[in-house]
């Protein structure tokens, strides 16, 4: 059965915060917020969006640095500082004309639990909270931010004959 969802997945939806990242943030003197991202996961980001994928980013955190890593990765449907994570999926969906069935979310905390019990295939990393576990169809053996989010995307574009890049390039991970 999990196979046969992942053949319907046209659309994938992140969280930022403990799924493309471990969770962790530097604040600097400035207050500013410093996040680190797996170049594994940028590169399954970006030939996603290549492959004609829709991939979506909504997250509560917000910053300067976040917007550039998805700009430079190709990712334009961005939703930094949500509130509520729910509404911004409905009307997602409603804009882009997609069914929620066709979605892959990856979640790992109490603010991404409702969004999840919406989508067709709800995952996320090995280090998720307990209640986003127990709703997840399929849960990463890699934790966030250390390519739960790759091992997800790849899954998907195997299983559909989409994960061959013709022409890779260095630079499409995004740095």
Known sequence: MFLEK?????????????????GSVQVTDNGQALRTFNIKDGYALQLAVKKGYHVCIISGG?????????????????????????????QYLLNKRIHAS?????????????????????????????????ISTFISPYTGGKT???????????????????NPNAADSGT
């Open 148 to 166: 739960a989010v790759r091992d997800v995307i790849e899954k998907v574009m195997k299983v559909q004959n989409k994960w061959h890049d013709e």
């Open 102 to 134: 066709q979605v892959l979310y990856m979640g790992d905390d109490i603010p991404d639990l409702k969004v999840m019990k919406l989508v067709g295939l709800a995952t996320c990393p090995a280090d998720a909270v307990e209640e986003i576990k127990a």
């Open 6 to 22: 992942l053949k319907e997945i046209t659309t994938f939806i992140f969280d930022v915060d403990g799924v493309l990242t471990d």
């Open 62 to 90: 917000k910053g300067l640095a976040m917007e550039k890593r998805f700009e430079n990765l190709g990712i334009t449907d961005v939703y930094l500082g949500a509130g509520d994570k729910v509404e911004i999926f409905k």
